[in-house]
């Protein structure tokens, strides 16, 4: 798998998620850079849920922290075949 460049004039975001299994303690999170040395380091952890759901929802803590700071572009990168496609 080849890595995706990542144009720096532009603000970027990883987001990931993971699940113990089932419906199980879920863990996500997200990292939304403005510029190289100005992120963001977001994180959640509380309830359950499936895998799928967990990563959805770390990209929606991504997203909705772009949408607050005023962003109107933005580089998603995340490892969540399901959520990419």
């Keep these: ?9 532009v603000p ?16 996500d999170g997200a990292v939304p850079f403005m510029d190289s040395s100005f992120y963001f380091h977001l994180k959640y952890a509380a309830g359950e849920g499936t895998n799928n759901r967990v990563e959805l929802y770390a990209l929606w803590i991504l997203l909705k ?6 962003l109107h572009k933005l580089q998603v990168l995340g490892d969540s075949k399901l959520v990419i496609n």
């Excluded at 798998?1 to 004039?9: A, H, R, T, Y």
């Excluded at 299994?21 to 863990?27: K, L, Q, V």
């Excluded at 922290?65 to 005023?70: F, L, N, P, Q, R």
């Design 12 to 27: 970027w975001g990883y987001f990931d998620g993971a699940s113990q299994g089932g419906s199980a303690t879920r863990g």
């Design 1 to 9: 798998m080849q890595l995706p460049s990542i144009d720096c004039e």
């Design 65 to 70: 922290c772009a949408k607050e700071k005023g």
